[in-house]
């Protein structure tokens, strides 16, 4: 796809809010049976302040720090620093120390690796961003993207989500 003027080389893909209320219950079944793609995982915490638990679907990729989860929701300011989390993949849990990575340029440098590994026309769903471009991204384009929405990494430390 050829990018026109107005819209960016890079960008998120967000799901309509009415599609995350219906999904994220079935695929939370899902996942924790054992019956989805490895690709997904079950992110369980509590809030560093509110103390509230969550249990949050993603997408779960292998990037060059190990498993991690590419977001641009509120949810992902609980993992400054580090912060425990349960990840459920396969049917299987594992405790681990979830880290927050929001710097732009670290961002981009680490999706731009991953584009590449994944070749940018199959890597824009396999990372969930949409790339506009009828070529490779450069640094730059991922970096004005991850400035503009807020893309992060939430690195899922202690090893990768258990595997099926």
Same mark, same amino acid.
């Given at each position: ?12 893909? =967000?799901?309509? +809010?009415?599609?995350? /209320? ?9 996942? &924790? ?10 992110? +369980? ?36 620093? %580090? ?6 993949? %396969? ?11 929001? &710097? ?11 584009? +590449? ?6 890597? %824009?769903? +396999? ?7 009828? /070529? ?7 970096? &004005?993207?991850?400035?503009?929405? %807020? ?9 990768? =989500?258990? $595997? $099926?």
């Amino acid at each position: 796809m050829a990018k026109d003027d107005t819209q960016p080389a890079v960008e998120g893909f =967000p799901l309509p +809010r009415w599609l995350i /209320r219906i999904a994220n219950p079935l695929a939370r079944r899902l996942i &924790d049976q054992g019956r989805a793609p490895a690709e997904l995982a079950v992110l +369980r915490f509590r809030g560093r302040k509110s103390g509230r638990a969550f249990k949050i679907p993603v997408g779960v990729v292998q990037l060059d720090e190990g498993a991690a989860a590419l977001t641009d929701a509120d949810w992902r300011y609980n993992f400054h620093g %580090g912060h425990p989390v349960e990840v459920s993949a %396969g049917g299987k849990r594992q405790r681990c120390i979830a880290t927050l990575v929001d &710097d732009p340029d670290e961002v981009a440098a680490e999706l731009h690796r991953a584009i +590449r590994r994944y070749g940018y026309k199959r890597a %824009g769903r +396999r990372l969930g961003i949409r790339i506009n471009l009828g /070529r490779e991204p450069t640094l730059d384009e991922i970096a &004005d993207a991850a400035r503009r929405t %807020g893309l992060s990494i939430v690195y899922l430390g202690g090893g990768a =989500p258990p $595997r $099926r």
